[in-house]
């Protein structure tokens, strides 16, 4: 039903635009045929950013959450894992260590939860951002007054994960949230000023190339700064724990359709990638990524953050040796932005 994909065939999709059944395409790509869109990936990637991926820290400050998400080993239901809040002066201090060692950008992430207020988490940005870091924010949904005060702070970038662009799949991942609730946030992000992520989390159950082709419409319609794809990795003590992992494949195919697609946004190589395949994350820079997170969640909290199980935490070393070994130069983010 679908064209093959040649160099033709991409050239003069990149120079007309995809369509919904092209984006279907490279989803659906032989592996010759990812190869030849893996390299138009990478030659997209080097006209807009150069031979260059910048690296930034991550730490995972709380762990409660009020959602019930089926895939996520935090999910309210589950009272096997100890909850937790880390120590403002804890969190900065990480921070100091990043910049320490080059890294400018500090990820702050978080359950979805009403543990700190806004206060409290925008003293965390300001003492950031007076560091002359950029602040990234993956909180989940608060208040619009919340988003001004965290704005006004030094927070610009926020993540907010769609997870799916399928409505029905999306309420029944995620009791008692709606779909068009979570873009209407994504948007009311942009209006206040801010950056915004999102992507889908590939290999849910009941999720279809159809609907992943659509992820990659929404995140083109919402403009996104930032584009991801995680594979779905089980979590002990939820309903999907016995389920399925995701396609790597796929999940390499959908971030050569972000980059190809998507064009000038910012794409992690993420840790599911290499939690499920060797040099999983190498595979993604070659498929167009130009972010790597490290992870500088305390080890000793580090289980309690049950986004799956058993998970692959990334360390500076192996960031940089990834990057090295794609052939790319380390930089930072605004240096890449040309902010």
């Not at 939690?275 to 289980?303: E, Y």
Request: glycine share 6%; hydrophobic share 40%; aromatic share 8%.
């Amino acid at each position: 039903m679908l064209l093959n994909i040649d160099a033709g065939w991409i050239e003069k999709r990149l120079n007309d635009g995809f369509s919904r059944d092209d984006l279907k395409a490279i989803l659906l790509s032989s592996d010759a045929e990812a190869d030849l869109l893996y390299s138009a990936a990478r030659e997209v990637r080097r006209e807009l950013f150069g031979d260059r991926a910048f690296i930034r820290a991550v730490i995972e400050f709380a762990n409660t959450c009020r959602c019930s998400c089926k895939y996520c080993g935090m999910r309210t239901e589950n009272t096997e894992i100890p909850r937790f809040t880390l120590d403002p002066d804890e969190i900065v201090s990480v921070a100091e260590i990043a910049l320490e060692n080059g890294i400018k950008t500090f990820f702050l992430q978080a359950a979805e939860s009403e543990e700190y207020n806004a206060e409290w988490l925008g003293d965390v940005i300001r003492r950031i951002s007076d560091m002359d870091m950029m602040v990234l924010l993956c909180v989940g949904i608060h208040r619009i007054d919340d988003l001004d005060y965290w704005y006004e702070a030094g927070a610009r970038k926020f993540i907010l994960k769609h997870e799916t662009s399928n409505k029905e799949l999306f309420e029944d991942m995620k009791p008692g949230f709606l779909l068009d609730d979570r873009l209407r946030w994504l948007r009311i992000l942009r209006e206040h000023g801010y950056h915004i992520g999102s992507g889908p989390l590939l290999g849910l159950p009941g999720q279809t190339v159809d609907s992943l082709a659509d992820d990659l419409i929404l995140m083109k319609d919402l403009n996104v700064d930032m584009s991801s794809v995680s594979v779905f990795l089980p979590a002990r003590g939820t309903p999907l724990e016995n389920y399925p992992v995701g396609d790597v494949d796929l999940g390499l195919r959908f971030i050569a359709a972000m980059r190809l697609y998507l064009k000038n946004t910012l794409i992690p190589a993420t840790s599911t990638f290499e939690r499920l395949r060797k040099d999983g994350q190498l595979l993604c820079f070659g498929a167009g990524a130009n972010v790597i997170t490290v992870n500088m969640t305390p080890p000793r909290l580090r289980d309690d953050y049950e986004l799956y199980s058993e998970r692959f935490y990334v360390g500076l070393e192996h960031a940089r040796r990834t990057i090295e070994l794609a052939g790319l130069q380390e930089t930072t983010e605004s240096d890449l932005l040309g902010e």
